[in-house]
């Protein structure tokens, strides 16, 4: 993630002028002035997600305001073969929201009201720009809150979780995204409106709903969401252990888990990722240790006391260095503070930072934490480490400088090795961020032949011409076999209208 790597277009040609002239024309047919966004100044903002490596300005960008507009826009696209890329509040990490030259932005952010909140049943009717944050502030009043929580969630909208299935700190006991949502409401590349799954405990017919969480807007448009709300629980304890090496804390994550204890959440970092949050936050951190785990347990008084007596025993065990129980409710928020501010904070070390999106098996985490050292003296970059250590889905932070000529590179290839590394050991490429632009290479290594035709079978009959979000998260047969991971199917490219973009 870095301002400075970031590659500008192009200034627009003439006859990519006269283009967006004329798709403005068409759209302000469907859609209020007011609601297309065309001149450069207009356009910049939306040129990346949070992923900065890679801009690239949009035809233009349409920021609808009811559904039937969405769905007019749609069919509109999908008549005159103009992909469309929908992007949520753009705090993605993978570049699944980078727009495209000759295709049109689709902004949902004027979709940012919770419909209903029903107490009663236990679940809160959302549109898609509403913020994750908002929706647990909106329910708290009832003792109510919806559980997945991304680091962003104070910007992030619950569209752009579906899309990536986004996790956080809590989806270790609470489950990601796709664990929370009971419907969505659709819209199809031809503008027609689905309503996928129900308000009830379970659906007749095929699983659609978890196909849709976790495709990053390749297979439709999310206009509505119905999210589970779930009781506060009525104590939480948060236990904070430090450790003199990351193998003693990356092993204490598996003896936990082992142990029969499911924390709502088990977070570590390293050192350097440990003095940035306290640099930061000013949280309390013992920055002469390793690494550091942050242990939270929630439910009844007397079952949280009892797994504190265990977890505690279970790092005694693992040669924890230093161990603490936070005494009151503001100290467990400030410990959490320095957390969920690690991102910003490693921002403060090095001109830009690379964040890295990887999950493996919780037992390789010693290992993997080794081979990460010696790849970043192999590649001569230091890395931070802050993750979600109990579910394995490990956020490895690349510093560098994109100002030295060759280290943007450098960067970029140390984040493959390290994602592939991940493959190697039974993981995957990604756990929350989506696999957008910035990984769609690793993919064709953890990915057969056989899957991706099954993808792309997928993506076709949902979207037959490719126009929703085309070129991302499926890499092509034709990309593999360039990138050397694999050999295309008897010579032939399946679904080639995919390849054009």
């Given at each position: 993630m870095s301002s400075h790597a970031a590659q500008s277009d192009q200034p627009a040609t003439p006859d990519m002028t006269a283009k967006r002239q004329e798709v403005a024309v068409a759209l302000a047919t469907l859609v209020p002035a007011n609601c297309i966004l065309s001149s450069s100044e207009e356009l910049k903002p939306?040129?990346?997600?949070?992923?900065?490596?890679?801009?690239?300005?949009?035809?233009?960008?349409v920021l609808p305001e009811t559904v039937e507009q969405v769905q007019a826009i749609?069919?509109?696209?999908?008549?005159?073969?103009?992909?469309?890329?929908?992007?949520?509040?753009?705090t993605g990490l993978s570049g699944g929201a980078l727009p495209l030259e000759h295709g049109i932005l689709l902004g949902l952010a004027?979709?940012?009201?919770?419909?209903?909140?029903?107490?009663?049943?236990?679940?809160?009717?959302?549109q898609p720009g509403v913020r994750n944050l908002a929706i647990s502030d909106a329910a708290r009043p009832y003792g109510l809150y919806y559980a997945p929580d991304p680091s962003?969630?104070?910007?992030?909208?619950?569209?752009?979780?579906?899309?990536?299935?986004?996790?956080?700190?809590?989806?270790?006991?609470y489950g990601l995204t796709v664990h929370n949502v009971m419907a969505v409401t659709v819209v199809t590349i031809d503008g027609e409106l689905l309503e996928i799954g129900s308000n009830a405990m379970d659906s007749a017919g095929y699983d659609l709903l978890a196909l849709l969480n976790g495709s990053e807007g390749m297979l439709a448009v999310v206009v509505e969401v119905t999210v589970k709300l779930l009781a506060t629980p009525p104590c939480a304890k948060l236990v904070m252990a430090a450790f003199n090496s990351v193998e003693d804390a990356g092993s204490a994550v598996g003896e936990v888990i082992a142990a029969g204890i499911i924390p709502a959440g088990l977070e570590l970092m390293d050192k350097p990722a440990m003095e940035a949050?306290?640099?930061?936050?000013?949280?309390?951190?013992?920055?002469?240790?390793?690494a550091l785990l942050l242990?939270?347990?929630?439910?009844?008084?007397?079952?949280?006391?009892?797994?504190?007596?265990k977890v505690s025993a279970v790092f005694k065990s693992c040669n924890v260095a230093t161990l603490r129980v936070a005494e009151t409710e503001d100290e467990r928020l400030l410990l959490w503070k320095g957390r969920k501010s690690a991102f910003p904070a490693v921002g403060r070390l090095a001109p830009d930072y690379y964040c890295i999106d990887g999950t493996i098996p919780r037992g390789q985490l010693p290992y993997v934490l080794r081979r990460m050292e010696q790849l970043s003296a192999e590649y001569e970059l230091p890395i931070a480490n802050v993750f979600h250590a109990g579910d394995g889905n490990l956020h490895p932070l690349i510093l560098f400088d994109a100002n030295i000529p060759g280290e943007t590179e450098r960067t970029e290839a140390l984040g493959s090795r390290i994602l592939l590394l991940c493959?190697?050991?039974?993981?995957?490429?990604?756990?929350?961020?989506?696999?957008?632009?910035?990984?769609?290479?690793?993919?064709?290594?953890?990915?057969?032949?056989?899957?991706?035709l099954q993808f792309h079978a997928i993506k076709a009959a949902f979207d037959p011409d490719g126009l929703l979000n085309p070129g991302k998260a499926v890499p092509t047969l034709q990309r593999c076999a360039e990138f050397g991971a694999m050999h295309v199917h008897h010579g032939q490219i399946p679904f080639p209208e995919l390849e054009r973009f």
């Amino acid at each position: 993630m870095s301002s400075h790597a970031a590659q500008s277009d192009q200034p627009a040609t003439p006859d990519m002028t006269a283009k967006r002239q004329e798709v403005a024309v068409a759209l302000a047919t469907l859609v209020p002035a007011n609601c297309i966004l065309s001149s450069s100044e207009e356009l910049k903002p939306y040129e990346s997600d949070g992923l900065t490596v890679f801009k690239k300005t949009p035809l233009l960008v349409v920021l609808p305001e009811t559904v039937e507009q969405v769905q007019a826009i749609l069919r509109w696209a999908n008549a005159a073969k103009v992909p469309v890329v929908a992007r949520g509040a753009g705090t993605g990490l993978s570049g699944g929201a980078l727009p495209l030259e000759h295709g049109i932005l689709l902004g949902l952010a004027k979709f940012s009201q919770i419909l209903e909140l029903n107490t009663e049943r236990g679940f809160a009717r959302v549109q898609p720009g509403v913020r994750n944050l908002a929706i647990s502030d909106a329910a708290r009043p009832y003792g109510l809150y919806y559980a997945p929580d991304p680091s962003s969630q104070i910007a992030c909208t619950i569209g752009g979780n579906v899309a990536e299935n986004s996790g956080g700190v809590h989806c270790l006991k609470y489950g990601l995204t796709v664990h929370n949502v009971m419907a969505v409401t659709v819209v199809t590349i031809d503008g027609e409106l689905l309503e996928i799954g129900s308000n009830a405990m379970d659906s007749a017919g095929y699983d659609l709903l978890a196909l849709l969480n976790g495709s990053e807007g390749m297979l439709a448009v999310v206009v509505e969401v119905t999210v589970k709300l779930l009781a506060t629980p009525p104590c939480a304890k948060l236990v904070m252990a430090a450790f003199n090496s990351v193998e003693d804390a990356g092993s204490a994550v598996g003896e936990v888990i082992a142990a029969g204890i499911i924390p709502a959440g088990l977070e570590l970092m390293d050192k350097p990722a440990m003095e940035a949050a306290e640099a930061f936050a000013n949280c309390g951190y013992p920055t002469d240790s390793a690494a550091l785990l942050l242990c939270e347990l929630d439910g009844l008084e007397e079952e949280v006391t009892d797994q504190i007596k265990k977890v505690s025993a279970v790092f005694k065990s693992c040669n924890v260095a230093t161990l603490r129980v936070a005494e009151t409710e503001d100290e467990r928020l400030l410990l959490w503070k320095g957390r969920k501010s690690a991102f910003p904070a490693v921002g403060r070390l090095a001109p830009d930072y690379y964040c890295i999106d990887g999950t493996i098996p919780r037992g390789q985490l010693p290992y993997v934490l080794r081979r990460m050292e010696q790849l970043s003296a192999e590649y001569e970059l230091p890395i931070a480490n802050v993750f979600h250590a109990g579910d394995g889905n490990l956020h490895p932070l690349i510093l560098f400088d994109a100002n030295i000529p060759g280290e943007t590179e450098r960067t970029e290839a140390l984040g493959s090795r390290i994602l592939l590394l991940c493959v190697e050991v039974g993981g995957t490429v990604t756990g929350e961020h989506g696999v957008g632009v910035e990984k769609i290479n690793e993919m064709c290594v953890q990915f057969d032949e056989a899957s991706l035709l099954q993808f792309h079978a997928i993506k076709a009959a949902f979207d037959p011409d490719g126009l929703l979000n085309p070129g991302k998260a499926v890499p092509t047969l034709q990309r593999c076999a360039e990138f050397g991971a694999m050999h295309v199917h008897h010579g032939q490219i399946p679904f080639p209208e995919l390849e054009r973009f």
